[in-house]
């Protein structure tokens, strides 16, 4: 459904040239939930305006729906949809008109283009303020609008640019399970921007971690969990600490061993399947262990250690990052 080949962009602004995408290659199926993620300024709204033909690319080539992004726009935005960063919604015009002129440009009929505005407003819990300028919405109302405009001709192939980004739990949580089942009743394919660690774990197939302009880690999330850091294993011991670390160092895949007071931490690929095993060596050594606890890595954990920065907004590192540095 996409492939794109060296796809680079440069910007130059007074002077100053920006590599803001610096050749990156990748590939989406058919049906396939892609999340494009990464820190501010890694190059995500670039890639996705070249992809939508809004941007044209300094290098690279590509195919989006079937259609040459350099030698057939108006193919690929006939087949697609794009929800922008920003929206782009007309603040004086009324809602409902919004949505119906959206779908009509997409060529359905008014008949069609209403059923289907209605049917989208409602799920995305709009109903009600079709009458209403867009100027007056509320910042999430105005989001679900976008959204709306986005998807209302019902396109094979969407681009959604960090959609769910000031909107509530309540209404994340609603967009999810639109998305999901746009999917699953059109086999539509999405490729989305987000900040929301959450938000790809649960919704991705599949995730492109971005970097300053390049591509730095692709897989599922769990893939990419399993990848970077392993399982952590927090073991308490009732004494001999030192002792149960050098124990639990042999055990299969064991690394990154630290021990605090009568706590031995490490980290394995898979912890509930070495965990019977360490139960079985500490018992041999008749070390008395008090407690034991296995934590799945977070996609945060991941994108510290690929970028050295936490996804989050404003954060200079997680809480996982900060207790190990506490230790
Ligand atoms: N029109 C432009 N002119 C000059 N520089 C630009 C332009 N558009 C983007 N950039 C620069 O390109 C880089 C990538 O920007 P981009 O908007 O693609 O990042 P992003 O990954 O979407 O970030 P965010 O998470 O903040 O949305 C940034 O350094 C940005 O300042
Ligand atoms: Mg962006």
Redesign the pocket.
């Known amino acids: 459904m996409i492939t794109v080949r060296g796809l680079a962009r440069q ?3 007074r002077g100053r040239t ?1 590599d ?2 610096k050749g990156i290659d990748f590939d989406v199926a058919a049906g396939e939930l892609v999340g494009f993620l ?12 070249m992809l939508t033909t809004l941007l044209r690319p300094t290098r690279g080539s590509g195919t989006v729906a079937g259609c040459d992004l350099l030698t057939d726009p108006q193919g690929v935005r006939r087949k697609i949809g794009y929800v922008a ?1 920003g929206g782009s919604t007309w603040p004086e015009s009324k809602v409902g008109e919004e949505i119906e002129l959206q779908a009509r440009l997409y060529g359905l009929s008014r008949a069609e283009a209403r059923r289907r505005g209605a049917l989208l407003a409602e799920r995305l819990d709009l109903a009600g303020l079709e009458q209403r300028p867009a100027k007056t919405l509320s910042g999430g109302q105005r989001r679900r609008l976008d959204i709306v405009l986005g998807l209302v001709h019902e396109p094979q192939l969407v681009f959604l ?2 959609p769910t980004s000031g909107l509530d739990p309540q209404s994340r949580a609603n967009l999810w399970d639109h998305v999901r089942r746009m999917r699953a009743e059109q086999g539509m394919t999405v490729f989305l ?1 987000t ?1 929301y660690l959450d938000e790809a774990d649960a919704l991705c197939d599949r995730i492109l971690v ?1 970097d300053d ?1 390049k591509i730095v880690a692709e897989g599922t999330p769990d893939e990419l969990k399993a990848g970077v850091a392993g399982d952590a294993i927090t073991v308490d011991v009732a004494d001999r600490a030192a002792e149960a670390a050098e124990v639990v160092r042999r055990l299969p895949g064991a690394h990154d061993v630290t021990v605090v007071a009568e706590t031995v931490r490490l980290r394995v690929p898979r912890g509930d399947s070495v965990l019977p095993e360490l139960l079985r060596a500490l018992d041999s050594h008749r070390i008395t262990m008090t407690s034991v606890k296995v934590n799945r890595p977070t996609l945060d954990d991941v994108f510290l250690s690929l970028t050295g920065r936490s996804l989050r907004d404003g954060e200079a590192a997680s809480p996982a990052m900060e207790a190990t540095h506490a230790a």
């Open positions: 910007f130059t602004l920006v803001a995408v990464g820190p501010n300024g890694a190059g995500k709204t670039t890639t996705l305006r960063q640019d960090e921007t900040h971005t302009g």
